[in-house]
């Protein structure tokens, strides 16, 4: 039953068509809302701030009563029956200067030689989709972790060339000054509840005007994208308001050294299949076994292999037995099962160690690379395509 409320306007009613609950707003703050609902196609925050309202108006109970979207902070509150939802956008607007963390959308270009973010990018509201430089397509990154939005801007115009780009035909025209993609910096946020809405917009973005994309994921980015798309699967009647049901069968998807829950090549590759995602490939890190399902899969079967032939020697023998292992099985044990923090005192100390065995010409490749899954687990390893 809706209900009038002093100094309220309606801009939702359980009466339209998909709409359960009915949605107020002050009467001062409406036209600002009429402007959001009529401009939010190209600009992921209004989408964001858009979103979370119809999801209210579908009787989603899970949206957090406050949050911070863009240049806004959402709160609500209800009715006791949660029939009548009251909206309250608070300007947050600042001046607060761009530092190197700041999360966002950034046009990486190429200048002469390299990918860059111009000094001083602020970031944007959305993506440039008309722009395209491969197979007539906007070209999006997200990338996992980096010190900085610049170093990864850097490492992921390297990762979009080997996941997309063949021939010299093509590096040539990527390669043309100006020519950029789009960079979703999360200042390794990768969990946050804003980040991974502000994803199902960029990609919502996207679908609502049938553009073409491809998607370059990496790392721990990769669980973030996961978390989005499981998000747009499970939200149909909220996320079929903003795009009107179109199809996503135009946006593929590569992913590059993923890392997270859910970022096995099969779960990747079911996971855009059931959203309506284009699944291109999945380029995986062989060393990283702490965090790819896949890497560890395989690394798990090539010790159980080895089983007790492998032992430590030299002056890492002795540290290996206080640290109470001393074959790679029971490293191999003590990586995963212990906590982090043990986890990596053991893999940061078996990658300076000799590994040796009575067979050693027949150990596993990983075994005779414990400095390489040390190296892409504690180091950078995992920031680079994995060749």
Same mark, same amino acid.
């Given at each position: 039953?809706?209900i009038?409320k002093?100094?309220y306007a ?5 009466h339209e ?5 009915n949605?107020?707003?002050p009467e @001062?703050q =409406?036209?600002?809302?009429d402007?959001?609902?009529?401009s939010h196609v $190209?600009?992921?925050?209004e989408?964001?701030l #858009? ?6 108006a579908v ?5 957090a009563?406050q949050?911070?979207i863009?240049?806004f902070?959402?709160?609500y509150?209800a ?6 939802i009251?909206i309250h ?6 001046n607060?200067s761009i530092?190197?963390?700041?999360p ?5 270009e190429?200048d002469?030689?390299?990918w860059?973010?111009?000094?001083g ?5 959305s ?8 197979d007539?397509a906007h070209?999006?990154a997200? @990338?996992? =972790? ?6 990864a801007?850097?490492?992921? $115009?390297t990762h979009?060339?080997k996941?997309? #780009? ?8 990527a390669h043309q000054n100006g020519?950029?993609f789009s960079l ?9 509840k804003?980040h991974i809405q502000?994803?199902v917009s960029?990609?919502?973005?996207a679908?609502k005007q049938?553009?073409?994309m491809?998607?370059l994921?990496h790392?721990e980015g990769c669980g ?5 798309l499981?998000f747009?699967?499970s939200?149909p009647i909220a ?11 135009g946006?593929d998807?590569?992913f590059s050294n ?5 970022t096995?090549k099969k779960?990747?590759e079911t996971?855009?299949k ?6 291109v490939?999945?380029n995986?890190?062989?060393n990283?076994?702490?965090?790819n399902?896949?890497?560890r899969?395989?690394a798990?079967?090539?010790i159980?292999k080895?089983?007790?032939?492998v032992?430590?020697?030299?002056a890492?023998?002795?540290?290996a ?7 790679a099985q ?6 995963t099962s212990?906590?982090m ?8 100390f078996?990658?300076?160690v000799?590994v040796?065995a009575g ?9 005779r690379?414990?400095?390489g899954?040390?190296?892409s687990?504690?180091g950078?390893g995992?920031q680079?395509?994995a060749?």
């Amino acid at each position: 039953m809706s209900i009038q409320k002093a100094g309220y306007a309606q801009i939702f009613s359980s009466h339209e068509t998909g709409i359960s609950h009915n949605v107020y707003i002050p009467e @001062s703050q =409406k036209a600002s809302w009429d402007v959001i609902k009529d401009s939010h196609v $190209g600009n992921y925050y209004e989408t964001t701030l #858009l979103r979370a309202v119809l999801r209210l108006a579908v009787g989603d109970k899970t949206v957090a009563s406050q949050a911070n979207i863009g240049d806004f902070n959402f709160s609500y509150s209800a009715s006791a029956d949660r029939k009548n939802i009251f909206i309250h956008l608070i300007s947050t607007q600042s001046n607060n200067s761009i530092s190197r963390k700041t999360p966002g959308i950034y046009e990486t270009e190429w200048d002469k030689d390299k990918w860059i973010i111009p000094e001083g990018s602020a970031p944007s509201t959305s993506m440039d989709l008309k722009h395209s430089w491969t197979d007539k397509a906007h070209v999006s990154a997200i @990338s996992g =972790k980096f010190e900085n939005k610049e170093r990864a801007a850097r490492m992921m $115009g390297t990762h979009i060339e080997k996941a997309y #780009l063949k021939g010299s035909n093509a590096l040539a025209t990527a390669h043309q000054n100006g020519n950029h993609f789009s960079l979703f910096w999360l200042n390794n946020e990768f969990t946050s509840k804003e980040h991974i809405q502000s994803l199902v917009s960029m990609i919502q973005q996207a679908q609502k005007q049938s553009a073409k994309m491809k998607w370059l994921i990496h790392g721990e980015g990769c669980g973030t994208f996961v978390q989005a798309l499981r998000f747009i699967k499970s939200n149909p009647i909220a996320s079929d308001l903003i795009t009107a049901q179109k199809g996503m069968s135009g946006q593929d998807v590569f992913f590059s050294n993923p890392r997270g829950r859910l970022t096995g090549k099969k779960d990747l590759e079911t996971l855009c299949k059931s959203v309506g995602m284009t699944f291109v490939d999945v380029n995986i890190n062989k060393n990283d076994v702490l965090f790819n399902p896949d890497a560890r899969k395989d690394a798990s079967k090539e010790i159980m292999k080895a089983a007790g032939a492998v032992s430590f020697t030299g002056a890492g023998a002795h540290l290996a037995g206080e640290a109470g292992f001393d074959t790679a099985q029971k490293l191999w044990e003590m990586a995963t099962s212990s906590p982090m923090a043990s986890v990596s005192t053991a893999l940061a100390f078996a990658g300076g160690v000799v590994v040796v065995a009575g067979k050693a010409a027949s150990l596993s490749a990983y075994c005779r690379n414990i400095k390489g899954a040390a190296s892409s687990t504690l180091g950078k390893g995992n920031q680079s395509w994995a060749a």
